[in-house]
């Protein structure tokens, strides 16, 4: 079965950075566009950020450009979250998804 472990969530002062990996496993990953969403305390989840199967394109929501990057391994079945110049309203659950699925997400919380 499909199955998406994130990993690398965490606390982070403003200004800080995290990594975010997603493990993949039980579909063929590499045919696969990969995505990271997040959901906020009290709000609706928000598409993040966008792969596609070869990692040729990348697509990132307005809020995030220049700060978040989106890669993928596909030799290692992964996909990642580089945030940099993490902001309090970046705090949020952090998901993976794709092959219509969902990950159970990662915590970051980003608090001075």
């Known amino acids: 079965q499909v199955q998406l472990v994130e990993s690398g969530g965490g606390l982070v002062q403003p200004g800080g950075s995290l990594r975010l990996s997603c493990a993949a496993s039980g579909f063929t990953f590499r045919r696969n566009t990969m995505r990271w969403y997040r959901q906020?305390?009290?709000?609706?989840?928000?598409?993040?950020a966008t792969i596609t199967s070869a990692g040729g394109s990348t697509n990132y929501r307005d809020s995030v450009k220049g700060r978040?990057?989106?890669?993928r391994d596909n030799a290692k079945n992964t996909v990642y979250l580089q945030m940099n110049s993490?902001?309090?309203?970046?705090?949020?659950?952090y998901y993976c998804q794709g092959m219509d699925s969902w990950g159970k997400g990662t915590l970051v919380t980003v608090s001075s």
């Open 68 to 71: 978040f990057t989106i890669s």
């Open 40 to 48: 906020a305390p009290g709000k609706e989840r928000e598409l993040v």
């Open 86 to 93: 993490l902001k309090l309203e970046d705090t949020a659950v």
